[in-house]
């Protein structure tokens, strides 16, 4: 026969404020995982049909719920954040932006290259251009124009070539 789940009171009053404040499915399901086995007397297997998840997430998830009954701190709401390998802060991101953000307003392209340079002078390291895309898209500048020549362009071997090349439609 199946070891009955045991809680105490503190737990279950737990389970409930859980069930109740729940805003995600997860903290709904596992305070339910912990509920039903307590107040119905139903088993693991049971449980695990009535959730619609497996036998081993529902012990996972009855898992983690005594974990966080030791940890209260880690209760509802509480969660870690994101944004921590930020180099500015969104503030500071704005007021960086603000003199290229003027450029565009009054019909200026808009061209990484010098935004690159000087985001690497403010932060005092190097960083990817793919660092100042995702920061334009954060301010809601997702059409960026690409430069208009390569930077290591010669253009006068351009030229030269252009004017002495054979064309291969006049070959035929």
């Avoid at 007397?41 to 005594?66: I, K, M």
Wanted: charged share 30%; glycine share 6%.
């Amino acid at each position: 026969m199946a070891r009955i789940a045991r809680y105490d009171e503190g737990e279950l009053k737990a389970a409930l404020q859980m069930v109740s404040e729940a805003t995600t499915i997860q903290e709904l399901r596992q305070g339910q995982a912990v509920l039903l086995p307590a107040l119905t007397g139903a088993t693991l297997d049971t449980t695990a049909e009535v959730l619609g998840l497996s036998r081993d997430r529902v012990c996972v998830l009855r898992r983690q719920f005594g974990e966080l009954i030791k940890a209260p701190s880690k209760m509802i709401g509480e969660r870690r954040g994101g944004r921590r390998r930020q180099l500015m802060t969104l503030e500071e991101e704005k007021e960086f932006l603000a003199p290229w953000i003027e450029k565009a307003a009054t019909g200026s392209v808009l061209v990484v290259p010098p935004i690159h340079l000087a985001f690497q002078e403010r932060v005092g390291h190097e960083v990817p251009k793919s660092t100042i895309y995702r920061l334009l898209a954060r301010h809601g500048w997702r059409k960026v124009t690409p430069d208009t020549r390569h930077p290591k362009v010669d253009v006068a071997a351009q030229e030269e070539f252009k004017k002495n090349s054979p064309r291969l439609s006049r070959e035929k």
